[in-house]
């Protein structure tokens, strides 16, 4: 089946500091992914949607100045966070979708951002 | 008011035991996925389904599309079963998924 990779798994910095999440379709090519975040025990919540080539999509209330998504390729997009604050901590999980019309979504481990 | 709704929110259950998990969406959508997360553990997706129903394993989804419903059953539940299961669908005409807010399921031995 279609694997998702993301790297890094788990990530501590200080405040201010920038950090940079990989999101990977390793056997397919994404044309769309997706930025979740999700706190504990809280359900997952879209920050942003990727097209390869193209700006991303924010949802309302993510600051993309902070949170900047850059989709280079089909295989690969990226999620930067900016002058982490401890608020960013957060559990950072990405999906992918390998063509516009179709409904199946490929989720990454997700990454675990502390922010110290 | 969230639009996926699912219940029980917690659910406990002897190993062994049949469990049930159900979900309901508020309007017509294109597919619906039933996903799993184990604690402190990445999203699985188990089903996509937009009708019908679909076994895997243990597994069984199943969606009734013109009551807007859809359940999630595990048979002779086990521990390793222990997670929150979400559901989760794309509306028609959008292009992201709603989720619900989750079933807590621990299975004891």
């Not at chain 1, 999700?38 to 359900?43: G, N, R, T």
């Not at chain 1, 089909?74 to 900016?82: D, P, R």
């Not at chain 1, 957060?90 to 019309?101: L, V």
Request: hydrophobic content about 35%; aromatic content about 10%.
């Amino acid at each position: 089946g279609a694997v998702v990779s993301q790297h890094p798994s788990w990530v501590i910095c200080k405040s201010g500091t920038s950090v940079k999440i990989e999101c990977r379709s390793l056997d397919f090519q994404a044309t769309t992914m997706f930025w979740y975040r999700q706190f504990p025990k809280q359900s997952l919540m879209l920050m942003a949607t990727s097209n390869e080539g193209s700006k991303a999509t924010y949802e309302q209330g993510v600051e993309k100045d902070k949170f900047l998504i850059n989709h280079a390729s089909l295989t690969l997009s990226t999620l930067t966070v900016t002058s982490a604050h401890p608020e960013d901590s957060s559990f950072y999980i990405c999906s992918a979708r390998d063509f516009p019309s179709d409904y199946e979504q490929y989720f990454g481990p997700g990454t675990r951002l502390t922010v110290t | 008011k969230n639009e996926v709704e699912q219940s029980p929110q917690n659910l406990t259950a002897q190993e062994g035991e049949f469990i049930t998990i159900n979900c309901s969406y508020s309007v017509g959508i294109s597919a619906l996925h039933w996903l799993q997360q184990h604690p402190g553990g990445g999203i699985v997706s188990l089903f996509m389904l937009s009708s019908g129903k679909k076994k895997h394993g243990r597994l069984i989804a199943t969606i009734n599309i013109q009551e807007k419903h859809s359940s999630l059953h595990i048979t002779a539940s086990h521990p390793r079963d222990s997670a929150v299961y979400i559901c989760a669908v794309y509306y028609y005409n959008t292009d992201k998924l709603i989720f619900g807010t989750g079933t807590r399921l621990q299975v004891f031995p």
